[in-house]
């Protein structure tokens, strides 16, 4: 997270994806989304509310990235897509970090005429997030 000196708001957020200790390169920017179950256990003693609990945590990342020639990280994305492997995940926000396993669920390409080569990933998180 990079402040603002004038500000102290908060610029962006590190994520970095690896495949076997390798940092992959190109990346743009990413989404984490983190949610809940919930588990509805309203009763007639509730009074007519709803009253619930947490149950089962998940969590996912969107990210996009360029094509970046004679770097390897496109063709370790193609393998882990293709062969089901698990990718690593390190989140850095201020002086926290989170880490965890995720699989990629989602892996369009975006190849427009006279412009960069893109890509979007969908991370489906396999584990804690820690």
């Known amino acids: 997270l990079k402040l603002n000196q004038r500000t102290n708001i908060g610029r962006s957020v590190d994520v970095v994806i690896s495949i076997d200790n390798h940092p992959l390169g190109g990346q743009q920017g990413a989404n984490l989304t983190r949610q809940a179950q919930v588990i509805n256990i309203t009763n007639r003693i509730n009074d007519e509310w709803a009253e619930n609990l947490t149950g089962v945590k998940s969590w996912s990342i969107t990210c996009a990235g360029l094509y970046v020639v004679n ?60």
């Open 71 to 130: 770097d390897k990280s496109f063709s370790l994305l193609e393998d882990a897509f293709m062969n089901n492997k698990k990718v690593e995940v390190s989140i850095k926000i201020g002086s926290q970090q989170l880490k965890g396993q995720a699989l990629i669920t989602d892996f369009p390409l975006s190849a427009v005429f006279n412009k960069e080569f893109k890509y979007n990933l969908k991370l489906l998180g396999t584990g804690a997030l820690v």
